[in-house]
Structures are given as C-alpha cells and as structure tokens.
C-alpha cells in the first residue's frame, strides 16, 4: 500500500471504530434506560425505549457495510483484516445486547400496564444490570485501545453476574413457594435478570474477541485465570 | 480472476460451505440428544453431550479461520465477500445453539442426578424442540441453495415455537400454583424451554442473512407476511 492510501485506510478503520463506540455507548444507555423504567413505571419512555431498538438495528446494518465496503475497496489483509471482521462479530453481540434491553423495557410495559407496581427482587436485579452495564463498558473499552488485560476483568465480573442471578433465583424460589400467589410477578422479574444475564453473556463475548485477535487464542469457556496466563499478565 | 483462480476460489468457497452444513449437523445431533437425555436421565450421555461442544466451537474457529485466508488470498468483492461475512455471521449463532444445547444436557444432568424422574411438561418441551430443529434444518437448507423462499417459513415457525413456549409458561404457572413444591422442578424445564425458544431465535437469524444475502433487505423485526412481500414469493 502506498503511504497515502494506508492513510485513508486507516482514517477509514478508524471510522468504523468510532461507529461500533457510537453503537456500544446507545446500548448501554437503552439498558440503563430500561431497568429505570421497570422501577418508574414510566410507559411512555418504556416506549420510546421500543423504539430506540430501531437506531440500534439501522447502526448494525451500517457497520457491517462499512465494512464489506473496506474490505472490497481496500483489501486488508493479516491484523486489518482480522480487524474488521471482529467487528463484524461485535456490532452482532451489540445488536442482541440492545434486543435484551428492549425485551425489558417491554415487560416493563406490561408490568406497568397491569398496574404491578411491587416488583420482588428489583434492588437485586438493578445491582445485577450495573455490573452488566460495566463489563460492556469496559470490554468496549478493550476493544478501543486493544488491552488484553481487560478481558480478564470482564469475565470474573461475569463469574459476579452468574452468582447474583443465581441468588436471585434461588430468593424468588423462596418467595414464591411461600405465597404461591406472587408466582406471575416472580416470574417476570426473573425473566428480567435472565436478560441482563445474557447481556453480561454478550459483553464477555466481546472481550474474548479482542484476546482472539490481539493473541490468536481462543478464550470462550475459560477461567479468568487462564485468560491471564494466556495473555501474559 | 482468471479462469484457474476463479475455480480454485469456488471449489475453497464450496469448501467452506460444506464445513458450516457439517457444523449444522453436529448442532443439529446435539439438540436432540440433549433433548432425549432430559427424559432417558442418562447421564454419561449428558456428559459426552456436553464433552462434544468442544467440536462446535473448534468447527466454528476453523472456519472463521478459513473465511479470513480466503479474503486475504483471493480478495473477493460483492457477493463472494457478502457470501464469506455471511458464513462468519451463521457459525457464530451455531455455535450460540450449540451452547444452548449444551445447557439443556447440562440442564438434564443436574435434574437426574437429583433423582428428579418426573419432568412437568416434557412432551410439550420435546415438541417445541423438534419444531426448533426443523427450523434450523430448513435455515441450513436456505443456505445451502441460497433459497429465499424458505425464511419465511421459518419464521411462522418460530411464531409457533414462541406461542407454544408462552403456553408452557401458562400450564407451567398453574401447575406451581397448585402445588408450590413442583416450584423447582417447573424453574428447570422453564429453562429448557427458554432455552429452545432461543434455539429458535438463532435459526431465525440464520434465515434472514440468506435474505440479507440475495435481497440485501433486511427482514429482522418483521413479519413472515412482509418477508414473503420482500423476497417476491
């Protein structure tokens, strides 16, 4: 490549990049959003939420021409390559991560909308959604500067998150055993922690890409510890 | 491209193309399995059910593997190149189905183990699965012959599994209320069938990148109705 076109290619990368950041910060709002909205009962923003999803989708599509484009015009090859096509893996947990929040927003509506105002659990499940919140935040923080030592953080944070919603499950068993009657609500706000579980699934699945392309290793369905020796911190 | 390049290019994205069916395959076998597992209560099964995920996940690195040398090596544009990002795409919700798989075997051992024989709703679950296998079979066939006319089948199915996973829910409700020991055992099937609605959820994306693919329309969010409309049918 001649030193001017490796400049727009890069100016190009780096275009994309701040995209997948642009896509990454509207997610997690749309998720702070919503866990606010199943306590505000707020059904107008629950549907302003809905809609957002919208945003989220039209940006996936986007990316992912942006790079198909790159690809075809500038024929990267080795880390570029890999690059963009961790990109492409990306913008696809984003997308999914923003349907997890708009599902909550919608059973927030519906909570809302049956005038279910106790919701069991919602200290619990807000405290899970914060920790959830952070790992997206820092695994698009790796995915920004290209620091393996974050992916480790970002899997024990989901060891956190796994724990939490278990607890929370094992609390709403309790509790709908001893009043049979509060079994709906239960279930609601369990299927609420169910999402930002997954959530936490899709953020962790974001750092193990930034591993696979800065070591070429495969990091799913390890310990952090081994993440750690594998990256050499 | 020459002639000789051109036909090397085919028979290596042909190649390609055949690993990710076999990779479907193997999806496909660890599904209903994990499925049969959840009432045989066998568990050395569930063991090697989940021991065979490994499978996946190496199916799926290789061919993303395969998929970043042949843009590097032969540099394709339009359709090629949407044709490999759409592999990347479908081996990354494989490998979500195979986890999903590996969950309910994981699901069934843990239920056996406790010497839990009776499973609320099981034959409603097991029919749910077969239609999410049929789903995944006919998303693989879309791709395969790149087959439009296919998504939106698909997608009435997954209609379908959606409804028959609320019903589950309803009966699962009922059943808990009227005796609130059943509490546990119904949480562990209403994680199977979750677990399948994704099932479904995933083979549904699998369909809409074929017509991503050959329409460049995207039909996620929309109705089978629409998609008929989209495509032509």
Redesign the interface.
Known sequence: MSQHIAKQFDTELEDVRAHVLQMGGLVEQQITRAIEALSSGDVAECERIIEADHQV?RLE?EI?EQ??HI??RR?P??ID??MI?MM??TI?DLERIGDEASKIARMAKNLHEREQVHLPRYREVKHMSEIAVDMLRQSLDAFARLDVSVPAKVVRLDEQVDEEFKTI?RTL?TF??ED??T??SS?EILWVA?AIERIGDHAKNMSEYVVYLVKGK?V??VSADQIEREVGQ
Request: include cysteine; glycine fraction near 0%.
């Open positions: 989708n599509i992912d790079c198909s690809i075809a024929q090859t080795a390559l890999r096509l492409v893996k696809t499950i068993i709908m055993m049979p009657r079994i709906s279930l169910k495969d799913r369905h």
